[in-house]
């Protein structure tokens, strides 16, 4: 039981999370966001960067994740140094996505949890009454 009121609090506090369309418009540069993903102008490469900062030249952060594209494919660049900060001209940015929790995805997922958690409960009792 211990273990299941772990994982419920390790998943509330987790959340889900979505990304949602950003403009480059610079904010005051000391306001630092949640994490940022960009897409190169060429689209062939996607950095993730957290505690990221939009300025008026560049987008600065630390560096989460970054992929390049392949076809029709993201592939993992396994060359970077994560944690390492990161920033990327304006200029060569081509999108930029802003992290926000979803409500209604998190609610979803407890939902579909719960239903799953009911359904087990369920048919143990239903085992043991057959047993029994």
């Known amino acids: 039981m211990a273990a299941m009121r772990a994982g419920l609090v390790l998943l509330v506090a987790a959340s889900c999370h979505a990304w949602r369309a950003r403009s480059l418009t610079a904010p005051d540069p000391s306001t630092d966001t949640r994490t940022l ?3 190169t102008n060429q689209g062939a490469r996607r950095v993730t960067l957290e505690r990221a900062t939009v300025r008026s030249d560049s987008v600065v952060g630390r560096l989460v994740h970054a992929t390049d594209r392949r076809g029709d494919r993201w592939v993992s660049d396994s060359n970077i140094t994560k944690g390492n900060s990161a ?9 930029l996505d802003e992290q926000t929790n979803s409500a209604t995805r998190t609610v979803m997922l407890f939902g579909f949890l719960a239903a799953g958690l009911c359904r087990g409960v369920l048919r143990r009792r239903g085992a043991e009454k057959r047993v029994n």
């Open 37 to 39: 993903r960009l897409t």
């Open 87 to 95: 920033a990327v001209a304006v200029a060569d940015i081509g999108s």
